[in-house]
């Protein structure tokens, strides 16, 4: 069974940078795809960004194209989510997925950006 575990959410004030990061253990990491999916308060979850198995193909949400950049380390089994000039509108809960079978799913990492 996969497991994956956020880590590098915080408080942030508007403009600021936070780096993400999702491990995953329990699986073959090379072999799925991995998406950042967040959920603000009474909305519902969005992807935020995806990668494929070998990095080649990624795709971003437009609200946060040209600010926010995935990449991932098949050696080290982790995805990292790249967060720039970061806006309150980011604030929310973010989630780290990867398609395995069944899809896996992290616990969540808080990001909270104050203006």
């Known amino acids: 069974q996969v497991q994956l575990v956020e880590s590098g959410g915080g408080l942030v004030k508007a403009g600021g940078s936070l780096r993400l990061s999702c491990t995953t253990s329990?699986?073959?990491?090379?072999?799925?795809?991995m998406g950042w999916f967040r959920q603000a308060p009474r909305r519902e979850r969005e992807v935020v960004a995806a990668?494929?198995?070998?990095?080649?193909?990624?795709y971003y949400a437009d609200s946060v194209k040209g600010r926010f950049t995935i990449s991932r380390d098949n050696a080290e089994n982790t995805v990292y989510l790249q967060m720039n000039s970061l806006k309150p509108e980011d604030t929310a809960v973010y989630y780290c997925?990867?398609?395995?079978?069944?899809?896996?799913w992290g616990q969540g990492t808080q990001v909270t950006v104050s203006s």
């Open positions: 329990g699986g073959t990491f090379s072999t799925y795809d």
């Open positions: 997925n990867a398609e395995s079978n069944p899809p896996a």
């Open positions: 990668i494929s198995c070998c990095g080649g193909t990624t």
